[in-house]
T-cell receptor, first 112, second 110 residues
Framework: DTAVSQTPKYLVTQMGNDKSIKCEQN?????MYWYKQDSKKFLKIMFS???????INETVPNRFSPKSPDKAHLNLHINSLELGDSAVYFC???????????FGAGTRLSVL | KNEVEQSPQNLTAQEGEFITINCSYS?????LHWLQQHPGGGIVSLFM???GKKKHGRLIATINIQEKHSSLHITASHPRDSAVYIC????????????FGSGTQLTVLP
């Protein structure tokens, strides 16, 4: 069983569309994260979320919003997609008291 | 300037060579991770360190908190070790969010 799973693996869409990427973890972790990896392979935190607190990196446009229906899921919604949103998005999770994070396989988003 | 600097950016080695990748950081941290990203894109956590040294198979990671420096060593390197190795830190008081270095592309030739 995959510990952290993201869907879809690939997403190709037009500028201006709204899209979602789903993330689920079956590790019982209390905190989930979204990271963006740009074309130069540089990773940057976008959000971290547990059931009490959402922490947003101030550089993330408000077109991006995380939605957590329950502790095991943290979905990423993106409105009005722009060319610069093209990247690989990684979901991860960890448990309070431990710093190790487990990553999903990534979602490659291409905005045309 | 990035808070986490890695060197070298690219490294090519012959199979069997001893490899060292370095990571320096300029801020207070609660922990440091070494991650491996395979050509297919998946990211795996290799080590999480807050002090001292850890070893797993042919991989060794060390950290010197006073010098704000960590190294990842690979002994008896093999072509399957070819990947991007990423240093990432958890900034003190940052709710476990990772701040990443730019990665080191390692290619091990047979």
């Amino acid at each position: 069983d995959t510990a952290v799973s993201q869907t879809p693996k690939y997403l190709v869409t037009q500028m201006g569309n709204d899209k979602s990427i789903k993330c689920e973890q079956n590790l019982g972790h209390d905190t989930m994260y979204w990271y963006k990896q740009d074309s130069k392979k540089f990773l940057k935190i976008m959000f971290s979320y547990n059931n009490k607190e959402l922490i947003i990196n101030e550089t993330v446009p408000n077109r991006f919003s995380p939605k957590s229906p329950d502790k095991a899921h943290l979905n990423l919604h993106i409105n009005s997609l722009e060319l610069g949103d093209s990247a690989v998005y990684f979901c991860a999770s960890s448990q309070r008291g431990e710093n190790i994070q487990y990553f999903g396989a990534g979602t490659r988003l291409s905005v045309l | 300037k990035n808070e986490v600097e890695q060197s070298p950016q690219n490294l090519t080695a012959q199979e069997g060579e001893f490899i060292t990748i370095n990571c320096s950081y300029s801020v207070g941290i609660s922990a440091l991770h070494w991650l491996q990203q395979h050509p297919g894109g998946g990211i795996v956590s290799l080590f999480m360190l807050s002090s001292g040294k850890k070893k797993h198979g042919r991989l060794i990671a060390t950290i010197n908190i006073q010098e704000k420096h960590s190294s990842l060593h690979i002994t008896a390197s093999h072509p399957r070790d070819s990947a991007v190795y990423i240093c990432a830190v958890i900034l003190s008081g940052s709710a476990r969010q990772l701040t990443f270095g730019s990665g080191t592309q390692l290619t091990v030739l047979p």
